[in-house]
């Protein structure tokens, strides 16, 4: 196992990258793939416009392309009294030995949004 680059962090396996936040296949199979982010709005109640339709995604993308690949999405409507959101997304994909697959968040609300610590993200092979 590798040390853990910060406290409170477990990190194990070579595919792994913390700075662009990608999750590389070392080998071609299943992977199931867990994501949990907690989101807080940074923009005062006051300035806000109404929020009626505003919805948040999260998805786990392979390559960065949602439209191409097979994802995983989940949707949370948000409410127009709450600051702080957590969502989940959970499931399996398949990829291929160099494929990466990486988190998105798509804000329709129209606030500035910020991912607080404590959300994760975790990539486990299943099979080949």
Known sequence: PR???REGMFHRGPGLNLTSGQYTAPLA?????????????????????GCRGSRLR????????????????????LESSGDLFTISVTGTLYLQAGQYASVFVDNTAG?????????????VLLGV
């Open 58 to 77: 999260v998805l786990i993308c392979v390559h960065s392309c949602c439209q191409h690949y097979s994802h995983l999405e989940s949707v949370s409507w």
């Open 111 to 123: 606030s500035p949004l910020t991912v607080q610590s404590g959300s994760d993200f975790s990539a």
């Open 3 to 5: 040390q853990p680059e």
């Open 29 to 49: 199979g299943y992977y199931t793939f867990s994501t949990t982010l907690h989101i807080a709005r940074r923009e005062p109640r006051r300035k806000r416009q």
